[in-house]
Protein backbone atom coordinates (compact mmCIF):
# COMPACT_ATOMS: atom_id res chain seq x y z
CA UNK A 1 0.00 0.00 0.00
CA UNK A 2 1.28 3.85 -0.66
CA UNK A 3 2.77 5.44 2.26
CA UNK A 4 0.27 8.80 2.82
CA UNK A 5 1.82 11.47 3.60
CA UNK A 6 0.00 14.12 5.81
CA UNK A 7 0.16 17.77 5.62
CA UNK A 8 1.91 18.04 8.47
CA UNK A 9 4.91 15.76 7.45
CA UNK A 10 4.38 17.55 3.89
CA UNK A 11 5.33 21.03 5.27
CA UNK A 12 7.78 19.79 7.46
CA UNK A 13 9.80 18.08 4.59
CA UNK A 14 9.40 21.40 2.46
CA UNK A 15 10.37 23.82 4.97
CA UNK A 16 14.04 22.68 4.23
CA UNK A 17 13.18 24.93 0.52
CA UNK A 18 13.35 27.90 2.43
CA UNK A 19 16.87 28.46 3.24
CA UNK A 20 17.60 30.61 6.72
CA UNK A 21 13.75 29.48 7.74
CA UNK A 22 12.65 29.22 10.96
CA UNK A 23 9.64 27.83 10.58
CA UNK A 24 7.76 30.47 11.01
CA UNK A 25 5.75 29.80 7.70
CA UNK A 26 5.51 26.31 8.09
CA UNK A 27 3.82 26.83 11.55
CA UNK A 28 1.31 29.28 9.98
CA UNK A 29 0.27 27.10 7.52
CA UNK A 30 -0.28 24.09 10.10
CA UNK A 31 -2.55 26.75 12.13
CA UNK A 32 -4.60 27.36 8.78
CA UNK A 33 -4.70 23.41 8.18
CA UNK A 34 -6.12 23.22 12.12
CA UNK A 35 -8.50 25.77 11.75
CA UNK A 36 -9.73 24.26 8.46
CA UNK A 37 -10.48 21.13 10.14
CA UNK A 38 -12.46 22.72 12.48
CA UNK A 39 -14.47 24.57 10.31
CA UNK A 40 -14.89 21.25 7.62
CA UNK A 41 -16.67 19.68 10.84
CA UNK A 42 -19.04 22.64 11.49
CA UNK A 43 -19.86 22.92 7.80
CA UNK A 44 -20.44 19.01 7.64
CA UNK A 45 -22.91 19.34 10.57
CA UNK A 46 -24.26 22.63 9.67
CA UNK A 47 -27.86 21.35 8.76
CA UNK A 48 -28.13 19.77 12.15
CA UNK A 49 -26.49 21.99 14.61
CA UNK A 50 -28.67 25.23 14.00
CA UNK A 51 -25.69 27.50 12.61
CA UNK A 52 -27.45 27.72 9.44
CA UNK A 53 -28.86 31.13 7.81
CA UNK A 54 -28.06 34.62 8.48
CA UNK A 55 -27.14 36.24 11.66
CA UNK A 56 -29.35 39.29 10.69
CA UNK A 57 -26.11 41.28 11.02
CA UNK A 58 -24.95 43.10 7.81
CA UNK A 59 -20.84 42.89 6.95
CA UNK A 60 -18.72 45.79 5.98
CA UNK A 61 -19.64 44.85 1.74
CA UNK A 62 -23.65 45.66 2.70
CA UNK A 63 -23.89 41.47 2.66
CA UNK A 64 -26.05 39.65 5.24
CA UNK A 65 -23.80 37.54 7.59
CA UNK A 66 -23.94 33.98 7.50
CA UNK A 67 -23.36 32.19 10.78
CA UNK A 68 -21.34 30.15 9.50
CA UNK A 69 -19.22 33.04 8.23
CA UNK A 70 -18.71 34.48 11.61
CA UNK A 71 -17.77 30.86 13.28
CA UNK A 72 -15.29 30.56 10.32
CA UNK A 73 -14.07 33.77 10.96
CA UNK A 74 -13.89 33.20 14.86
CA UNK A 75 -11.78 30.24 13.99
CA UNK A 76 -9.31 31.35 11.83
CA UNK A 77 -8.42 34.43 13.51
CA UNK A 78 -8.24 32.54 16.74
CA UNK A 79 -5.49 30.17 15.06
CA UNK A 80 -4.01 32.45 13.71
CA UNK A 81 -3.65 34.74 16.60
CA UNK A 82 -1.94 32.35 18.93
CA UNK A 83 1.15 30.92 17.46
CA UNK A 84 3.16 34.52 17.23
CA UNK A 85 3.91 33.97 13.50
CA UNK A 86 1.46 36.42 12.53
CA UNK A 87 1.38 40.24 13.06
CA UNK A 88 -1.91 41.26 11.63
CA UNK A 89 -5.20 39.68 9.87
CA UNK A 90 -7.38 41.40 7.18
CA UNK A 91 -10.68 39.10 7.03
CA UNK A 92 -13.35 39.61 4.24
CA UNK A 93 -15.89 40.09 6.91
CA UNK A 94 -13.68 42.76 8.81
CA UNK A 95 -13.07 46.38 7.90
CA UNK A 96 -10.56 46.96 9.63
CA UNK A 97 -6.99 45.48 9.52
CA UNK A 98 -6.93 43.57 13.25
CA UNK A 99 -3.92 43.85 15.08
CA UNK A 100 -2.47 40.54 16.64
CA UNK A 101 -2.10 41.69 20.09
CA UNK A 102 0.08 39.00 22.58
CA UNK A 103 3.63 39.20 23.42
CA UNK A 104 5.13 37.36 20.60
CA UNK A 105 3.29 38.86 17.75
CA UNK A 106 5.36 42.49 17.18
CA UNK A 107 8.09 40.12 16.46
CA UNK A 108 5.78 38.01 13.90
CA UNK A 109 7.10 38.57 10.19
CA UNK A 110 3.57 37.54 8.30
CA UNK A 111 0.43 38.76 8.02
CA UNK A 112 -2.50 36.77 6.27
CA UNK A 113 -5.31 37.66 4.52
CA UNK A 114 -8.57 35.81 4.20
CA UNK A 115 -11.72 34.88 2.90
CA UNK A 116 -13.06 33.21 5.88
CA UNK A 117 -15.82 31.47 4.49
CA UNK A 118 -16.50 32.02 0.35
CA UNK A 119 -19.66 31.60 -1.35
CA UNK A 120 -21.46 32.08 1.50
CA UNK A 121 -25.00 32.33 -0.16
CA UNK A 122 -24.40 28.61 -1.15
CA UNK A 123 -24.00 27.71 2.42
CA UNK A 124 -28.16 27.22 2.94
CA UNK A 125 -28.29 25.31 0.28
CA UNK A 126 -25.30 22.33 0.84
CA UNK A 127 -23.02 23.56 -2.14
CA UNK A 128 -19.56 23.53 -2.24
CA UNK A 129 -17.72 26.15 -0.53
CA UNK A 130 -14.33 27.26 0.47
CA UNK A 131 -11.80 29.18 2.34
CA UNK A 132 -8.98 31.42 0.67
CA UNK A 133 -5.62 32.89 2.28
CA UNK A 134 -2.85 34.84 1.44
CA UNK A 135 0.75 35.47 3.11
CA UNK A 136 2.52 38.12 3.04
CA UNK A 137 6.04 39.25 4.83
CA UNK A 138 5.31 42.37 6.82
CA UNK A 139 6.92 45.84 5.20
CA UNK A 140 6.78 47.38 8.41
CA UNK A 141 9.75 46.72 10.53
CA UNK A 142 8.49 46.29 14.08
CA UNK A 143 5.43 46.85 16.53
CA UNK A 144 2.29 45.89 15.41
CA UNK A 145 0.74 45.39 11.96
CA UNK A 146 0.00 47.76 9.70
CA UNK A 147 -2.18 48.55 6.61
CA UNK A 148 0.26 49.22 4.32
CA UNK A 149 1.17 45.42 5.06
CA UNK A 150 -1.20 44.34 3.39
CA UNK A 151 -0.97 46.53 0.56
CA UNK A 152 1.50 45.29 -1.47
CA UNK A 153 0.90 43.75 -5.04
CA UNK A 154 -0.12 40.00 -5.37
CA UNK A 155 4.12 39.20 -6.77
CA UNK A 156 4.92 39.34 -3.28
CA UNK A 157 3.08 36.76 -1.56
CA UNK A 158 4.89 34.08 0.06
CA UNK A 159 1.98 31.84 0.02
CA UNK A 160 -1.47 30.94 -0.83
CA UNK A 161 -3.92 29.03 -0.75
CA UNK A 162 -7.53 27.58 -0.29
CA UNK A 163 -9.70 24.93 1.69
CA UNK A 164 -12.55 23.44 -0.44
CA UNK A 165 -15.43 22.41 1.80
CA UNK A 166 -17.29 20.05 -0.96
CA UNK A 167 -17.76 16.01 -1.31
CA UNK A 168 -14.92 15.68 0.44
CA UNK A 169 -12.73 18.69 2.47
CA UNK A 170 -9.48 19.83 0.21
CA UNK A 171 -6.73 21.88 0.97
CA UNK A 172 -4.52 23.10 -1.97
CA UNK A 173 -1.64 25.46 -1.36
CA UNK A 174 1.57 27.23 -2.97
CA UNK A 175 4.68 28.77 -1.77
CA UNK A 176 5.65 29.33 -4.71
CA UNK A 177 6.99 25.75 -5.67
CA UNK A 178 4.57 24.59 -6.90
CA UNK A 179 1.09 23.98 -6.23
CA UNK A 180 0.33 20.58 -4.18
CA UNK A 181 -3.31 19.66 -2.68
CA UNK A 182 -4.39 17.75 0.31
CA UNK A 183 -7.66 15.79 0.70
CA UNK A 184 -9.13 15.39 4.39
CA UNK A 185 -9.25 12.00 5.28
CA UNK A 186 -11.97 12.49 8.25
CA UNK A 187 -11.56 8.99 9.83
CA UNK A 188 -7.74 9.88 10.90
CA UNK A 189 -8.69 13.64 10.25
CA UNK A 190 -5.62 14.25 8.55
CA UNK A 191 -5.35 16.17 5.46
CA UNK A 192 -3.60 13.28 3.24
CA UNK A 193 -1.62 14.62 0.02
CA UNK A 194 -3.50 13.99 -2.97
CA UNK A 195 -2.39 16.37 -5.65
CA UNK A 196 0.58 16.35 -5.89
CA UNK A 197 2.01 19.24 -8.00
CA UNK A 198 -0.93 20.27 -9.66
CA UNK A 199 -0.98 22.06 -13.03
CA UNK A 200 -3.78 22.86 -14.95
CA UNK A 201 -4.00 21.93 -18.57
CA UNK A 202 -2.82 25.09 -21.17
CA UNK A 203 -6.22 24.73 -23.08
CA UNK A 204 -9.68 24.23 -21.41
CA UNK A 205 -12.89 23.57 -22.50
CA UNK A 206 -15.40 24.88 -19.55
CA UNK A 207 -16.38 28.62 -19.23
CA UNK A 208 -17.62 29.52 -15.93
CA UNK A 209 -19.04 33.02 -15.51
CA UNK A 210 -22.80 34.11 -14.49
CA UNK A 211 -24.71 34.47 -17.51
CA UNK A 212 -27.52 36.40 -15.97
CA UNK A 213 -25.37 39.72 -15.91
CA UNK A 214 -25.11 39.11 -19.91
CA UNK A 215 -26.34 42.36 -20.89
CA UNK A 216 -24.02 44.18 -18.45
CA UNK A 217 -21.20 42.92 -19.62
CA UNK A 218 -17.95 44.62 -21.91
CA UNK A 219 -18.88 43.90 -25.04
CA UNK A 220 -14.90 41.90 -25.35
CA UNK A 221 -16.63 39.39 -22.54
CA UNK A 222 -19.99 38.97 -24.46
CA UNK A 223 -18.18 38.63 -27.87
CA UNK A 224 -15.79 35.91 -25.38
CA UNK A 225 -19.40 33.95 -24.57
CA UNK A 226 -20.41 33.54 -28.08
CA UNK A 227 -16.74 32.21 -29.25
CA UNK A 228 -17.30 29.50 -26.14
CA UNK A 229 -20.92 28.79 -27.84
CA UNK A 230 -19.75 28.48 -30.99
CA UNK A 231 -19.46 25.54 -33.14
CA UNK A 232 -15.94 24.35 -34.30
CA UNK A 233 -14.26 21.08 -34.69
CA UNK A 234 -10.80 22.18 -34.19
CA UNK A 235 -10.79 23.56 -31.48
CA UNK A 236 -13.95 21.43 -30.10
CA UNK A 237 -16.15 23.81 -29.67
CA UNK A 238 -18.75 24.76 -28.23
CA UNK A 239 -17.60 24.65 -24.51
CA UNK A 240 -18.82 23.76 -21.38
CA UNK A 241 -20.72 26.38 -19.46
CA UNK A 242 -20.63 25.34 -15.37
CA UNK A 243 -20.70 27.75 -12.69
CA UNK A 244 -21.30 26.90 -8.69
CA UNK A 245 -21.34 30.08 -7.45
CA UNK A 246 -18.56 29.80 -4.93
CA UNK A 247 -15.33 31.05 -6.73
CA UNK A 248 -13.34 27.96 -4.48
CA UNK A 249 -15.26 25.07 -6.04
CA UNK A 250 -15.44 26.80 -10.01
CA UNK A 251 -11.73 27.50 -9.79
CA UNK A 252 -11.11 24.80 -8.31
CA UNK A 253 -12.43 22.59 -11.35
CA UNK A 254 -10.88 24.47 -14.09
CA UNK A 255 -7.64 24.15 -12.39
CA UNK A 256 -8.24 20.37 -12.74
CA UNK A 257 -10.34 20.03 -15.57
CA UNK A 258 -9.20 23.06 -17.56
CA UNK A 259 -11.04 26.43 -18.19
CA UNK A 260 -11.13 29.68 -17.65
CA UNK A 261 -13.49 31.70 -14.64
CA UNK A 262 -14.77 34.74 -15.17
CA UNK A 263 -16.04 37.78 -13.07
CA UNK A 264 -15.94 40.85 -15.38
CA UNK A 265 -16.65 44.30 -14.48
CA UNK A 266 -20.82 45.05 -14.73
CA UNK A 267 -22.40 48.11 -14.89
CA UNK A 268 -24.03 47.26 -11.61
CA UNK A 269 -20.28 46.54 -10.60
CA UNK A 270 -17.89 48.80 -12.37
CA UNK A 271 -14.64 47.72 -10.22
CA UNK A 272 -15.98 44.10 -10.26
CA UNK A 273 -16.84 41.84 -7.62
CA UNK A 274 -14.43 39.78 -6.38
CA UNK A 275 -11.69 41.43 -3.78
CA UNK A 276 -7.86 41.69 -4.82
CA UNK A 277 -6.12 40.81 -1.54
CA UNK A 278 -7.84 37.91 -0.35
CA UNK A 279 -9.97 36.25 -3.43
CA UNK A 280 -8.24 37.05 -6.47
CA UNK A 281 -4.51 37.34 -5.68
CA UNK A 282 -4.03 34.11 -3.93
CA UNK A 283 -5.83 32.27 -6.97
CA UNK A 284 -3.91 34.11 -9.08
CA UNK A 285 -0.85 32.99 -7.25
CA UNK A 286 -1.88 29.25 -6.99
CA UNK A 287 -3.24 29.34 -10.84
CA UNK A 288 0.25 31.02 -11.77
CA UNK A 289 2.12 28.27 -10.45
CA UNK A 290 -0.08 25.41 -12.27
CA UNK A 291 1.10 27.03 -15.48
CA UNK A 292 -2.06 29.19 -16.09
CA UNK A 293 -2.69 32.60 -16.22
CA UNK A 294 -4.47 35.25 -14.15
CA UNK A 295 -6.02 38.78 -15.72
CA UNK A 296 -7.77 41.86 -14.75
CA UNK A 297 -8.56 41.47 -18.43
CA UNK A 298 -5.57 44.00 -19.67
CA UNK A 299 -2.95 43.26 -16.86
CA UNK A 300 -1.70 40.69 -14.70
CA UNK A 301 -3.68 39.92 -11.41
CA UNK A 302 -0.27 39.65 -9.21
CA UNK A 303 0.83 43.14 -10.62
CA UNK A 304 -1.55 45.27 -9.52
CA UNK A 305 -0.97 47.90 -6.37
CA UNK A 306 -3.74 47.77 -4.21
CA UNK A 307 -4.83 50.96 -2.96
CA UNK A 308 -7.52 49.46 -0.37
CA UNK A 309 -8.06 46.45 1.51
CA UNK A 310 -11.33 45.51 0.41
CA UNK A 311 -10.12 46.57 -3.12
CA UNK A 312 -12.12 45.28 -6.03
CA UNK A 313 -11.26 43.92 -9.28
CA UNK A 314 -12.37 42.13 -12.56
CA UNK A 315 -11.04 38.25 -12.50
CA UNK A 316 -10.41 36.11 -15.42
CA UNK A 317 -8.34 33.44 -14.56
CA UNK A 318 -7.67 29.40 -15.50
CA UNK A 319 -5.88 28.08 -18.60
CA UNK A 320 -4.03 29.91 -20.29
CA UNK A 321 -5.38 29.93 -23.75
CA UNK A 322 -8.50 30.73 -22.91
CA UNK A 323 -7.55 33.89 -20.68
CA UNK A 324 -5.75 35.22 -23.61
CA UNK A 325 -8.46 35.08 -25.91
CA UNK A 326 -10.79 36.78 -23.54
CA UNK A 327 -7.69 39.83 -23.12
CA UNK A 328 -7.52 39.84 -26.61
CA UNK A 329 -11.24 40.20 -27.58
CA UNK A 330 -11.30 42.64 -24.54
CA UNK A 331 -8.83 44.69 -26.11
CA UNK A 332 -10.20 44.59 -29.30
CA UNK A 333 -13.49 45.67 -28.41
CA UNK A 334 -12.48 48.19 -25.47
CA UNK A 335 -14.21 51.80 -26.49
CA UNK A 336 -10.96 54.15 -26.74
CA UNK A 337 -11.27 56.68 -24.29
CA UNK A 338 -11.56 59.54 -26.42
CA UNK A 339 -14.68 57.76 -28.18
CA UNK A 340 -16.34 56.60 -24.69
CA UNK A 341 -15.64 60.38 -23.43
CA UNK A 342 -17.85 61.41 -26.21
P1 LIG B 1 -18.93 36.20 -1.14
O1 LIG B 1 -17.53 36.53 -0.70
O2 LIG B 1 -19.94 37.13 -0.58
O3 LIG B 1 -19.28 34.77 -0.91
O4 LIG B 1 -18.97 36.51 -2.73
C1 LIG B 1 -18.03 35.95 -3.56
C2 LIG B 1 -18.69 34.92 -4.42
C3 LIG B 1 -17.75 34.04 -5.16
O5 LIG B 1 -17.48 32.87 -4.48
C4 LIG B 1 -18.49 33.75 -6.43
O6 LIG B 1 -17.62 33.48 -7.48
C5 LIG B 1 -19.28 35.00 -6.65
O7 LIG B 1 -19.43 35.61 -5.39
C6 LIG B 1 -20.63 34.72 -7.19
O8 LIG B 1 -21.27 35.93 -7.42
P2 LIG B 1 -22.64 36.01 -8.22
O9 LIG B 1 -23.68 35.48 -7.31
O10 LIG B 1 -22.79 37.47 -8.53
O11 LIG B 1 -22.48 35.18 -9.46
MG1 LIG C 1 -15.80 36.15 -0.62
Partial sequence: MAQVKTLGEFI????ADFQYSKGELSRLLSDIGIAAKIVHREVNKAGIADILGETGDVNIQGENVKKLDVYA???FIAALSVGGECCAIASEENEEIIIV?????AAAKYV???DPLDGSS????????????SIYRRTSLSGPGTLE??????????????????SSTMMVYTTGKGVNGFTLDPSIGEFCLSHPNMQTPKKGKIYSINEGNYVHFPEGVKKFIKYCQEEDAATERPYSSRYIGSAVADFHRNLIKGGVFLYPTTSASPKGKLRLIYECNPMAFIIEQAG???STGSKRILEVVPTSLHQRSPLFIGSKDMVEKVEDLIAKHSIPAAKAAK
Fill in 12 to 15: VEKQ
Fill in 73 to 75: NNQ
Fill in 101 to 105: DNSVS
Fill in 112 to 114: VAL
Fill in 122 to 133: NIDVNVSIGTIF
Fill in 149 to 166: DFLQPGTEQVAAGYILYG
Fill in 292 to 294: GKA
